[in-house]
């Protein structure tokens, strides 16, 4: 039950001696587990560990840093229940969610393993005669990962995987809602063979922990997921600085559906778009836009279903929906169903919490559909971050475009229609870093670029082949085998 930080290869406590509880957001009584309430003593060592370890990690070939990952993506398949359990127990998504997550971090392995042995630079001829010309990828050295609680185990080895086969060393800050998940995958990379201060992990709260990792001056490379308020201040301190700064930020991602859509497939994939994860994703659907010829029809649809969803313990294989993620979650979702009524939005189902029965001894919230919500109320504007979803009436095709537009944040996004005109557009016109046709807005898969445009972040993409530009420096290399001094630009080689 009482659980530490990695540093160096070592479990230790903090050095206050002070520490922190874990409790299951869906049963207060269930205590998950006690970890060391860390500060900047504890970054300060674990940046110096790898510190230390980068200067042989970098050496290692990248394909053999790779079967490490490889490894490590072996055991939480063979974990990966006790891991998923241990998850829905610390944040209470159902266990469905939690053995998706963690499968989504087994993917990553693999794919992160492969890219040992690609890793690809690019060769190229050289303007001048008897010279040879390439480009490589280094590491970049020590890199601080600071990861949210909703996908505990997802997000972090999206970011930790492929900065280790890139050669980099990390010292990870899990978020201090889902620490045990932090341990299960530290842990497995140990377990895994690799060398101690490569990985490091330090708990505890973002002002504790996160902001002397971000400030450490050895910290070379800074990667958040979180809400665009602490995004900017990363990104402010991270320019000061010329660090490297890497951030998946907030969203408020819609789902268009069309008058020519398969209604029934559109209603379920809003469900659960809006529902999954309790509505606790980035890429969760939080406005609904609808053609004014099915609102009617899709709305009723919509809301029955919605009030068939069950709520309680995400380890009954009967639940549907499990707790927000602590006290403070509640109360934010409470007070912009507040705002939604005020607005004059219409409230078609939900709007408080629950506190019955299944749901007395957790933080639940009932699933809410707000419906005649207007494109710049604040609840179509501002993220909730929960079970809330916002119902929007579109004229036509190019107004439902254009709500969706209507937003600062830019990550993912989602249309139902049949007809292809109609979806190729959305794929150009739509300001997102993630479409989806006829599918809901969550559900991205590991070997392409997730990421997203506006508010959301700051232009990186994480998995894909395009995380390595987030974990790795380009070099350029030119070999001159001429024997003389070449001057490029200069010398003028003329073709006789
Ligand atoms: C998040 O939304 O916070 O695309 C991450 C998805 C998952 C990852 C979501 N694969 O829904």
Aim: one cysteine or more; proline letters at 5%; glycine letters at 10%.
């Amino acid at each position: 039950m009482e659980y530490k930080n990695f540093i160096n290869g070592k479990w230790v406590g903090a050095r206050s001696g002070e520490k922190f509880e874990n409790r299951n957001p869906a049963d207060w009584d269930e205590l998950v587990g006690v970890f060391p309430k860390s500060g900047a003593a504890e970054v300060d060592e674990a940046v110096e560990a790898a510190e230390q370890a980068f200067r042989r990690w970098r050496l290692v070939p990248a394909p053999k840093r790779a079967e490490i990952i490889y490894r490590a993506g072996e055991l939480l398949r063979k974990h990966k229940e006790e891991i998923a359990r241990d998850m829905t127990r610390e944040m209470g998504k159902v266990i469905q969610e939690t053995r998706g997550d963690t499968q989504e971090g087994i993917d990553t392995a693999y794919y992160a393993a492969g890219e040992g042995r690609r890793m690809f630079g690019e060769t190229t001829p050289a303007e001048l005669p008897d010279k040879f010309a390439m480009s490589v990828r280094q590491p970049i050295g020590v890199c601080g990962i600071i990861s949210p609680w909703n996908f505990p185990m997802a997000i972090p080895t999206w970011k930790i995987f492929p900065a280790l086969v890139c050669g980099n060393t990390v010292v990870f800050k899990p978020a201090s809602d889902t620490p045990l998940t932090g341990v299960n995958l530290v842990r497995t990379l140990a377990e895994a063979g690799l060398p101690a201060g490569v990985i490091n992990l330090v708990h505890g709260t973002g002002s504790g922990v996160g902001n002397p990792l971000v400030q450490h001056p050895k910290v070379r490379l800074v990667s958040f997921t979180g809400s665009s308020r602490a995004g900017r201040q990363i990104a402010e301190f991270c320019g000061k600085t010329l660090k490297r700064v890497s951030l998946e930020l907030g969203g408020k991602n819609a789902q268009i559906v069309m008058e020519d859509a398969d209604i029934d497939l559109a209603v379920e994939g809003a469900l659960w778009g809006a529902f999954g994860t309790t509505g606790q994703r980035c890429t969760a659907t939080s406005r609904i836009v609808l053609h004014e010829k099915i609102r009617e029809e899709f709305l009723a649809s919509l809301v029955a279903r919605v009030k068939k969803l069950r709520l309680g313990n995400g380890l009954d294989p009967n639940v549907d929906v499990g707790p927000l993620i602590n006290e403070g979650q509640r109360e934010q979702i409470q007070s912009y169903v507040e705002i939604g009524l005020k607005e004059g939005a219409k409230l078609m189902t939900g709007g408080k919490p629950c506190e019955q029965g299944d749901c007395k001894k957790g933080w639940f919230y009932e699933p809410t559909v707000f419906a005649e919500v207007e494109q710049n109320m604040r609840i179509a504007q501002e993220e909730i971050f929960g079970p809330v979803v916002s119902v929007i009436t579109a004229r036509d095709f190019t107004d439902a475009i254009s709500i969706l537009n209507n937003s600062s944040y830019g990550l993912s996004s989602s249309i139902y229609t049949n007809d292809v005109r109609r979806a190729l557009v959305a794929i150009r016109d739509i300001e997102a870093g993630i479409t989806y046709v006829n599918g809901p807005t969550i559900g991205a898969e590991v070997h392409l670029p997730f990421g997203g445009v506006k508010d959301t972040g700051n232009g990186h993409r994480e998995s894909g082949t395009a995380v390595l530009d987030v974990f790795s420096e380009w070099k350029s290399v030119y070999i001159d085998y001429s024997g003389k001094l070449q001057k490029a630009q200069i010398d003028d080689v003329r073709v006789e």
